[in-house]
């Protein structure tokens, strides 16, 4: 026994003397994770609750799934999780495929200054903050705005775009893809330099032109990034953050335009039911991991490409 | 890219020309409405209201929507506040990262692979909105700018970049500093931080921007307004239209013209200390893209 508890604290002595500094290094990045990751997750748990501040998360009372009952009953249940989908998968399909066009068009640029130029400037908006972009998109869609304005001259009456329900979709998709398709590029361009010269020559070689080319030797060396970051954003596809939704949606509009993460924010921040949408929040952060999941084992199984 | 020189057919180049034109006209779309933003700040704001759609320059040029901007002593607070965030912030948020990236980097340490595990589920999974908001206020961080500092210590991601980049170096260096007697804290911070550096400007611009940026824990967090940063001041001022303490003591329908030119002002004002420095730095941000890109 006594031999034992020597060993245990010898070992203990030599890791220390070895290691001491790196649990040092070690223990604030932990003790980060811990408060400002793993205890929210524990505070999770007032979604089974009837949280008040006063009693604290420990001394309210339990109410089993009585939240979870009350959202799925409820009216919003079924809009906010239409908006975030329709939301989402609008931005799937239309801003997934925008980046990788743009990287095959500027990789097929022969004038290098100009290519560089394009990249320079379409990487720009992506530095702007969503604060101003918002406001912007606000000031372009108003009803004497730069927008609404060249829109009538196609015959579309000028108004104010953001108070009908009906545009807030093409809105949100469209100005996310103006923000993101050249940032979005990068990564599929960096690929792209990193194809072998050789499959070009061969392709060549083997009579095909650049159309051809394009379409058997560029296509498929990007697959393997295309796949991946497609399975990033197909396990995302509950999560439509709230920052750009809470700059740009008004009241009028919540039929097409609230989604999970906004009515978490509304229902939890500015109405204090804080059990409630904790509730909301918890399934939505359980489907989103499910979904992840299950888009990444999918994967696995059929192109052996994976995040993990 | 210069593929083998077999002559262009008909349609190659006709695809050529388009390509051009189509480019051409992306850069113009994305240029344009930030173009716009810039004619219409300078414009005198009488003549703004009466001109509609598309401006190829400002119309007569006037400084008072500027003036109006620096004279209200909420930019001013909003920018210093935005300034402490981003140093303090940033310095925090490199200091933790280099730290989480030495850690994850050890190859040979019992508990390296149960922190990485602990690190990665919160990339997939964490507890939400309000119950993260609860354990700040718990902390009694609310109401302070730490509230924006503390919480954003670590993004996952750029520790991840950080990772990749330590484990890139060779381990014969570290073994032999252990050799001379060096400790951890010797190896990490005289050895391997200078010989990332690239990885470090990356990681320090993607923070620096990520603070100036930001808004929404400023908005759940702090009720004092003179701790707001700059864009809860923009927020004010572009999303909820208050304006009007900018514009008072001009005649009402002047304040709603004026009212209109501050809110580009205001944008050039908060948008162009990073677009000046854009230029010259995108070869680091784009460089952080393609050392993300190498899968950690």
Known sequence: MDQKNMTIRSRFLREMTKNGELYLIALPVIAYYIIFHYVPMYGAQIAFKDFSPSAGIEGSPWVGFRHFIDFFGSIYFVRVLKNTLVISATSLIFGFPAPIILALLINELRTRRFSRTVQTITYMPHFISMVVICGMIREFTSQAGLISVVLSYFGLPARTMLNDAGLFVPIYVISGIWQGVGWGSIIYLAALTGIDQELYQAASIDGAGRWKQTLHVTLPCLLPTIIVLLILRTGNILSVGAEKIILLYNAAIYETSDVISSYVYRRGLLNSDWSFSAAVGLFNSVVNFILVAFVNWLSRRTSETSLW | ?296
């Open chain 2, 1 to 296: 890219m210069p593929r083998s020189g077999i002559r262009m057919t008909t349609g190659e180049r006709f695809f050529n020309v388009f390509n051009i034109l189509f480019l051409s006209f992306m850069v113009v779309i994305t240029l344009y409405p930030l173009l716009y933003v810039l004619f219409a700040a300078f414009s005198v704001p009488s003549r703004l209201m009466t001109k509609y759609g598309i401006l190829l320059g400002p119309q007569g040029f006037s400084l008072v929507s500027f003036i109006a901007v620096f004279q209200n002593p909420n930019i001013w607070s909003g920018y210093g506040n935005t300034i402490i965030i981003v140093i303090g912030g940033t310095a925090l948020n490199m200091l933790m990262t280099i730290m989480g990236g030495y850690v994850l980097s050890r190859k040979n340490w019992f508990l390296t692979r149960p922190i990485a595990l602990g690190v990665v589920f919160t990339m997939y999974f964490g507890g939400g909105l309000i119950p993260f908001y609860l354990t700040v206020r718990g902390l009694h961080l609310d109401n302070t700018l730490l509230a924006l500092i503390i919480p954003t210590a670590i993004s996952t991601y750029n520790m991840m970049i950080m990772r990749t980049a330590m484990v890139t170096i060779p381990p014969s260096l570290e073994e032999s500093a252990m050799l001379d007697g060096a400790g951890h804290l010797t190896i990490l911070f005289k050895i391997i931080t200078p010989l990332i550096f690239p990885t470090l400007a990356v990681l320090v611009l993607y923070y620096g921007v990520e603070h100036w940026n930001s808004w929404f824990n400023a908005m759940i967090f702090l009720r004092k307004r003179a701790l707001f940063p700059l864009q809860l001041i923009l927020r004010e001022i572009l999303i909820q239209n208050s304006t009007l303490d900018m514009s008072i003591g001009s005649a009402a329908t002047d304040q709603e013209m004026l009212s209109e030119t501050i809110k580009y002002s205001v944008i050039i004002v908060s948008t162009v200390p990073i677009l000046c420095l854009y230029p010259f730095l995108q070869r680091y941000f784009v460089k952080g893209v393609m050392v993300g890109a190498v899968k950690g």
